[in-house]
Structure formats: C-alpha cells, structure tokens
C-alpha cells in the first residue's frame, strides 16, 4: 500500500474528516481499544499537564463520555500514543478500561513528532517553552530548517525564532514562564540583555514588583545604561611598581600612584589642602638639595 503523507496536514492528519473517507476509516480502525495496551508517546512535546485542567477535563468525561478520540499506531502487541494525552490520563485516573481511538499509519520518528506537536500547539496549547523545546527537537530530531518548522506549524518564521530564542535563558527564567509566573513578553524583553546574571537579576525584580512588560522594558534600558556598564579592570601592576609606590607613600606621607605605559609612565602624587600641597612642595625642595 502507498504510503501516507501526513506531514504539514495539521490536524486533519490526527482526526479524520467524516465527509471524506480516509485510510483509517476505509479499514475500520476507528475503534475501542483497551488502555492497559497502549505505550507513551516518545516524542510527546507537552512536559507539564496542569492538574486542574486535567480535574475538569476527568469531570467532563464522567459526564459525557469521551468527544474526541485519541490517535494512536499499532506497536507490537498494542499501540502507541501519537495525540491525546490528556485524554488518555482522564481516562486511566478514572479507571476505565478502553477508549475510542482512531488507528493510523506512521513509520517514522519524523511523523510522530510532528504529528504530536501539531495535536499539543492547536489543540491543547503548550506553553511558550514546551513550544520552543518542540520546535528544537524538530530541528535536530527531523533534520528540519527554521522555514520548514515554521510551514508545518502554520507560523510565520519570526515566530519560530522568537520561541526559540527563550531557549538561550537561563533555566530559573524559563521554569518561571513554564510556570506562568512571567509571560512570553517578560521574557523577549529579558533577552536584550546578554548578560545572564543581568537577565535573572532583572528577573527577580520583576517577580517582586509585579511589573508589566512595558516596566520591565523600560528597567531594562536604565540597566543597559547603568547597570550593566562595569568600569574596566585595571591591569594587574607588577610587583615592583606595587612596592615603588608604598615607599613613595611612606616618604611623602600621602597617596601616590605609579602609573606605567608602554614608553614611561607618570606619577600621581595627591594632596588635600593647600597646607598639604606647601608640605609636599617644601619636601621635594629638601630632596632636591
């Protein structure tokens, strides 16, 4: 049989149309099949399942009985979860002991990925992270350019780029937009800065205060302006220029300062009042005589 493409079909790959007679439904694979024999999805992009959401969708189910079909591909002895996880997990926390499920075809990796990323980004919303992680794995895994990413998913690729930049902060600030504490637009802003320890000091700032994208915006220009602009590292002095100026200090009783360069160098020799500059003035004249 010829294979499927069921790359960049979106969500039509995961459910079939009941106008329009599918591979799956040409065979009869939409079916009960019992949920001890179904394995996890390997590729599964979705890494936190918020367990209120998961209460009312166990709730709904109790009520109504399964909507929506999961999908899955036949493994071995069972099956393989490609899309429904939620559902999948209602289904087990309530003890029950099959569930509607359409059965396709998918060979490769490639497909699985994409077809779980597809059912998690328009259909059970990951969070910013869990997007950029997904869209990273298909770069890697499946060997796939940003413009490819970007086709698949249905989003432009300044999109892809944006999510996938959030990658590059530190772990605290990406554990904090996974967790809803900052949204994605805290965290575009943060990337202005380059320096991580400035990202997650602005961060913290920004937890506490509660701030708005737009004063997190503006905290991160005054950093960039004052905060994050370090005075330059005076080049290590040898140990004899070190020594040169202690004995300077001692015989004219005030600070001095050996500043070498490349040919020579200068002396600073400091004074605090006039009294102090007549001091200093009547000392060089005894050391000149």
């Given amino acids: 049989m010829k294979k499927t493409n069921r790359l960049g079909r979106g ?22 099949i019992e949920v001890n024999r179904i394995k996890a999805n390997p590729f599964q992009p979705r890494l936190e399942f918020d367990p209120v959401a998961l209460n009312e969708l166990m709730v709904s189910i109790r009520e109504n009985g399964i909507i929506q079909p999961i999908t899955v591909r036949e493994v071995d002895s069972g099956y393989e979860l490609i899309a429904g996880e939620r559902r999948l997990r209602a ?31 328009q259909r059970e919303k990951l969070n910013p992270i869990e997007q950029a992680k997904a869209f990273q794995r298909l770069i ?94 005076r080049p290590r002095r040898s140990v ?22 490349k040919d020579g160098g200068s002396i600073d020799v400091e004074f605090y009042s006039p009294e102090d500059l007549n001091r200093l003035l009547e000392l060089f004249e005894k050391i000149k005589e």
């Avoid at 926390?93 to 490639?110: D, F, H, Q, S």
Wanted: negative net charge; contains cysteine; aromatic residues 2%.
């Fill in 11 to 32: 969500l039509s790959a995961l459910i079939p149309e009941t106008d329009t007679k599918t591979e799956a439904q040409q065979s009869g694979q939409l079916t009960s």
């Fill in 91 to 121: 289904v087990t926390e309530l003890g029950l002991e099959t569930i509607p499920a359409y059965i396709i075809k998918v060979e490769t990796k490639e497909e699985m990925l994409e077809l779980a990323l597809i059912e998690n980004v």
């Fill in 140 to 233: 890697d895994e499946c060997n796939l350019t940003q413009d490819e990413v970007a086709k698949k998913i249905g989003k432009d690729r300044t999109t892809i780029t944006n999510i996938l930049r959030l990658l590059k902060l530190p772990q605290e600030i990406q554990d904090s937009v996974s967790n809803d504490e900052i949204t994605m637009g805290h965290a575009r802003t943060l990337l202005a800065l380059d320096n991580p320890e400035d990202q997650k000091t602005v961060w913290r700032k920004t937890l506490k205060g509660g701030l708005s994208v737009r004063k997190v915006e503006k905290l991160v220009k005054e950093f960039q302006d004052t905060g994050s602009k370090k005075a330059p590292a």
């Fill in 240 to 261: 004899y220029i070190q020594k040169a100026e202690e004995e300077l200090r001692e015989i004219l009783g005030t600070k001095v300062s050996i500043r070498p360069r």
